[in-house]
């Protein structure tokens, strides 16, 4: 008997037959039933990581642009902890990801014995659902329920990370043996949504402003701008909100951060597609709203708002046109476009040339690369600086972020994981420098895959959004220490020692040689001085425009 590899080949079959395509393994002993089983069968795509929290964040990525749940595998102990920070990112973001972690039986907990801690729902209220699936048995059938049931809680309603645990006893393999089951039919599961938007409760949609934030690419953008031209409302669209970079629209308000402050305007209504946006302006603009309606085709999480439809977007568009009547004028769509018009005539000359800025870089970026590039934006100053100083453009550029819980952990990773899976696409990432340093060790993993990335590091030595704190202008004198934390990285040298290539650049000209070549895994270095004066000076000229 082989009762460990057999049930361990079940749970990879089960998996496969539901349409599961990708699986990071973790080393360990515990979870060799699970290694094999899944290694194993060559219709995977299996991956091998040597940092549990590299390989989460790479995880994520890959179902961040598959839209399908990425399998993560680790041994028992605490490897399995270090699996928590992308889980946490997965379940905000709603992120399908299937944790399995091997673990030692139940009655070796707290007996002392060597790599056993208690594993039971050790992720608490961040996994959609939790299951000890036991040692391994003959009930073969409550186990693929189980699966089943797991997988559905990972997709379905609210998509988010799923945990198993599936303890082992020794030994944990006799010999090796064949797949029990190697193929049956695909699952297909029955897609229970109900859309709640028969009755919209709304009785005035004049002077309506729309706000989006973080939305897929996959998203039918089309939506929203049909929307936008039957309200004929203004759209306040977030960097990630895959909206901006799209297609060119009269309505399309980018750099409202620049010049929100100055005018007064009180829409009536407030319309959010997507996650809260990044901007703290719209944010607070947003909670002090009375009247805000959030759409969504999933349940409503981590949101508020004074009413929630459930519908994806395209049916409440559709609704909403056979609803209500076209509105012709709208005076907050004037008053927006009007700043947003003289906004764009200042910033569209302002090249790296002159200003090296993070906000200047990112825009001369979106400006040269191709469509259907995918861009993987870093937090901080970097996803801020893009939302201030970025554009709306005709092209559409693929957008990634983890917003979720906004971190500078795993960013690497997770671009490598989008990359991994994007072999037709062209792939960058832009990310702090600090941000890198936290997951460099990312590299050591992709150079021995196929991946294309083009890794711009925003070098401004530390952590150049907490100069905007407010102990910042305090002299305190240990804010650099505690606070900017400068790696004084020679990222030249860390580009050898991973044996990926590195270049630096200065101009426009260097920009497009670089965003023009295809050489696999790059460093660019955007060095930049965070004492400059260039973002004040952009932010002065804005604010004098009415």
């Given at each position: 008997?082989?009762?460990?590899?057999?049930?361990?080949?079940?749970?990879?079959?089960?998996?496969?037959?539901?349409?599961?395509?990708?699986?990071?393994?973790?080393?360990?002993?515990?979870?060799?039933?699970?290694?094999?089983?899944?290694?194993?069968?060559?219709?995977?795509?299996?991956?091998?990581?040597?940092?549990?929290?590299?390989?989460?964040?790479?995880?994520?990525?890959?179902?961040?642009?598959?839209?399908?749940?990425?399998?993560?595998?680790?041994?028992?102990?605490?490897?399995?902890?270090?699996?928590?920070?992308?889980?946490?990112?997965?379940?905000?973001?709603?992120?399908?990801?299937?944790?399995?972690?091997?673990?030692?039986?139940?009655?070796?907990?707290?007996?002392?014995?060597?790599?056993?801690?208690?594993?039971?729902?050790?992720?608490?209220?961040?996994?959609?659902?939790?299951?000890?699936?036991?040692?391994?048995?003959?009930?073969?059938?409550?186990?693929?329920?189980?699966?089943?049931?797991?997988?559905?809680?990972?997709?379905?309603?609210?998509?988010?990370?799923?945990?198993?645990?599936?303890?082992?006893?020794?030994?944990?393999?006799?010999?090796?043996?064949?797949?029990?089951?190697?193929?049956?039919?695909?699952?297909?599961?029955?897609?229970?949504?109900?859309y709640n938007n028969d009755d919209?409760?709304?009785?005035?949609?004049?002077?309506?402003?729309?706000?989006?934030?973080?939305?897929?690419?996959?998203?039918?953008?089309?939506?929203?701008?049909?929307?936008?031209?039957?309200?004929?409302?203004?759209?306040?669209?977030?960097?990630?909100?895959?909206?901006?970079?799209?297609?060119?629209?009269?309505?399309?308000?980018?750099?409202?951060?620049?010049?929100?402050?100055?005018?007064?305007?009180?829409?009536?209504?407030?319309?959010?597609?997507?996650?809260?946006?990044?901007?703290?302006?719209?944010?607070?603009?947003?909670?002090?709203?009375?009247?805000?309606?959030?759409?969504?085709?999933?349940?409503?999480?981590?949101?508020?708002?004074?009413?929630?439809?459930?519908?994806?977007?395209?049916?409440?568009?559709?609704?909403?046109?056979?609803?209500?009547?076209?509105?012709?004028?709208?005076?907050?769509?004037?008053?927006?476009?009007?700043?947003?018009?003289?906004?764009?005539?200042?910033?569209?000359?302002?090249?790296?040339?002159?200003?090296?800025?993070?906000?200047?870089?990112?825009?001369?970026?979106?400006?040269?690369?191709?469509?259907?590039?995918?861009?993987?934006?870093?937090?901080?100053?970097?996803?801020?600086?893009?939302?201030?100083?970025?554009?709306?453009?005709?092209?559409?550029?693929?957008?990634?972020?983890?917003?979720?819980?906004?971190?500078?952990?795993?960013?690497?990773?997770?671009?490598?994981?989008?990359?991994?899976?994007s072999k037709s696409n062209a792939?960058?990432?832009?990310?702090?420098?600090?941000?890198?340093?936290?997951?460099?060790?990312a590299l050591i993993f992709a150079?021995?895959?196929?991946?294309?990335?083009?890794?711009?590091?925003?070098?401004?030595?530390?952590?150049?959004?907490?100069?905007?704190?407010?102990?910042?202008?305090?002299?305190?004198?240990?804010?650099?220490?505690?606070?900017?934390?400068?790696?004084?990285?020679?990222?030249?040298?860390?580009?050898?020692?991973?044996?990926?290539?590195?270049?630096?650049?200065?101009?426009?000209?260097?920009?497009?040689?670089?965003?023009?070549?295809?050489?696999?895994?790059?460093?660019?270095?955007?060095?930049?001085?965070?004492?400059?004066?260039?973002?004040?000076?952009?932010?002065?000229?804005?604010?004098?425009?009415?």
């Amino acid at each position: 008997m082989n009762n460990n590899l057999d049930w361990a080949y079940h749970i990879a079959n089960t998996l496969y037959n539901l349409g599961v395509e990708d699986v990071c393994i973790c080393p360990g002993s515990r979870n060799t039933p699970l290694t094999i089983a899944f290694s194993n069968n060559q219709k995977f795509n299996c991956t091998s990581h040597i940092d549990e929290r590299s390989a989460g964040y790479f995880g994520l990525g890959i179902s961040k642009k598959k839209n399908l749940p990425t399998v993560l595998i680790s041994t028992s102990g605490t490897a399995i902890a270090n699996f928590f920070p992308s889980i946490i990112e997965a379940n905000l973001s709603k992120t399908p990801i299937i944790i399995i972690t091997a673990d030692r039986p139940a009655y070796l907990l707290n007996t002392g014995e060597n790599q056993t801690i208690n594993q039971q729902n050790i992720y608490g209220n961040y996994v959609r659902k939790f299951q000890g699936i036991g040692l391994p048995n003959d009930n073969l059938n409550e186990l693929t329920k189980n699966i089943i049931s797991l997988y559905e809680s990972s997709v379905n309603n609210i998509p988010g990370p799923v945990h198993i645990n599936a303890p082992f006893e020794e030994p944990l393999i006799t010999k090796l043996t064949d797949n029990i089951d190697p193929s049956k039919a695909r699952i297909n599961l029955e897609n229970n949504e109900i859309y709640n938007n028969d009755d919209f409760e709304i009785s005035n949609l004049k002077e309506s402003m729309i706000i989006c934030g973080e939305l897929s690419p996959d998203e039918n953008h089309d939506s929203i701008l049909l929307l936008s031209e039957f309200l004929n409302a203004p759209i306040l669209a977030d960097p990630t909100s895959n909206i901006r970079y799209y297609k060119s629209h009269k309505n399309i308000i980018s750099n409202y951060n620049l010049f929100f402050k100055n005018i007064d305007i009180n829409p009536n209504l407030i319309i959010r597609f997507g996650s809260k946006p990044t901007s703290k302006i719209l944010c607070d603009f947003i909670s002090n709203h009375p009247n805000v309606l959030l759409v969504n085709k999933y349940d409503i999480f981590n949101d508020k708002a004074n009413t929630f439809i459930k519908s994806d977007i395209e049916t409440f568009v559709e609704n909403t046109l056979n609803s209500f009547d076209k509105i012709d004028n709208n005076s907050l769509c004037d008053i927006l476009t009007a700043f947003q018009k003289n906004v764009k005539n200042q910033i569209d000359s302002l090249d790296i040339d002159e200003m090296m800025c993070e906000g200047i870089l990112i825009k001369n970026i979106l400006d040269i690369i191709k469509p259907d590039t995918n861009l993987f934006i870093g937090n901080s100053m970097a996803i801020r600086e893009m939302d201030d100083l970025t554009m709306n453009l005709d092209k559409k550029i693929n957008i990634y972020s983890n917003r979720g819980a906004s971190g500078i952990d795993g960013l690497l990773s997770t671009a490598l994981g989008i990359s991994s899976v994007s072999k037709s696409n062209a792939n960058i990432a832009i990310l702090g420098d600090l941000s890198f340093y936290y997951d460099m060790n990312a590299l050591i993993f992709a150079s021995k895959l196929n991946i294309s990335l083009k890794l711009f590091i925003l070098n401004n030595n530390g952590g150049g959004i907490f100069k905007q704190l407010p102990i910042s202008k305090l002299n305190y004198d240990k804010f650099e220490k505690y606070w900017i934390t400068p790696p004084n990285l020679n990222l030249s040298d860390i580009a050898k020692s991973f044996n990926v290539k590195y270049y630096d650049i200065k101009t426009v000209s260097d920009l497009k040689n670089i965003l023009n070549r295809n050489n696999g895994i790059e460093i660019i270095d955007c060095k930049i001085d965070m004492n400059n004066n260039y973002k004040n000076e952009i932010v002065d000229l804005i604010s004098n425009i009415n």
